[in-house]
């Protein structure tokens, strides 16, 4: 599979994607082939592995039970180097274009390449924009960096472009894990119908509306993870 060229193609087709994200210090193993059964009814395309932290390593063996249960692609989505495992099938090869922490825009990009250079991982350039969701999020804290106001739509849009510009391949606007206030559908579309590139968009989407809006208003993929962690039910809600 070409993770990066199907993204294209949905963008092109008009389909929307859904990335279930999984952390791997939050998912309970014993009952991944139940969970696994409720995402594979839903409208679910990607699965995203990965959190701002990973103290106990988990992430490995987390990425090997998720390929036993799932044809759908496998993608890290890491907090920091110790994240990157070889049984995925790509990874967002993340900067964290918001901040002005010189380890998240480049360093640990840098520490990743020994891991990375002959690895059979697809990896995606991603320009990454944190965006405050009204709540001090795991990101924050671990990436000791700002988010942008959401009031600020012309920073957000100047520095989504500036990724595009360099070369990125995916842009992601991030309120946070667990945001209170999910990206506002106004900065989704005032970006989308600047960049050429595909849009992802996650943090804070809990109803089955508000991931409606954020594709209506321009996100190409949306990434859920909280609300399925607090409630496999929701799944139900989002039935192919
Ligand atoms: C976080 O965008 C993702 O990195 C998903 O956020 O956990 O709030 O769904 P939630």
Redesign the pocket.
């Known amino acids: 599979v070409n993770i990066y060229q199907n993204i294209l193609l949905a963008k092109k087709e008009g389909k929307k994607l859904l990335a279930v994200?999984i952390?791997p210090e939050k998912i309970d193993l014993n009952n991944i082939t139940a969970f696994f059964e409720k995402v594979h009814q839903s409208i679910a395309t990607h699965i995203?592995v990965?959190g701002s932290t990973d103290i106990n390593n988990l992430t490995e063996n987390v990425v090997a039970a998720i390929k036993k249960e799932t044809q759908l692609p496998v993608v890290l989505?890491p907090g920091d180097v110790k994240q990157i495992t070889q049984q995925a099938d790509g990874i967002l090869f993340l900067s964290l274009l918001s901040g002005r922490n010189p380890e998240y825009l480049i360093e640990q990009q840098i520490k990743s390449i020994p891991f990375l250079k002959d690895s059979n991982l697809e990896i995606i350039s991603t320009g990454y924009i944190l965006i405050d969701?009204q709540k001090e999020?795991a990101?924050q804290k671990v990436s000791n960096t700002k988010p942008i106001a959401q009031e600020n739509t012309e920073l957000i849009l100047n520095t989504a472009l500036a990724g595009e510009f360099s070369g990125k391949k995916l842009i992601?606007l991030?309120?946070?894990?667990?945001?209170k206030v999910?990206v506002a559908t106004n900065i989704i579309t005032v970006v989308k119908n600047n960049l050429s590139i595909p849009l992802i968009?996650?943090?804070?989407?809990?109803s089955k509306k508000q991931l409606e809006n954020a594709f209506n208003a321009g996100a190409d993929l949306v990434?859920?993870?909280?609300?399925?962690?607090n409630d496999e039910a929701f799944f139900n809600q989002l039935k192919k």
């Open positions: 994200l952390d995203f990965g989505f969701g999020t990101t992601y991030e309120a946070g894990s667990g945001a999910p968009v996650g943090g804070g989407i809990r990434v859920i993870g909280t609300a399925f962690e």
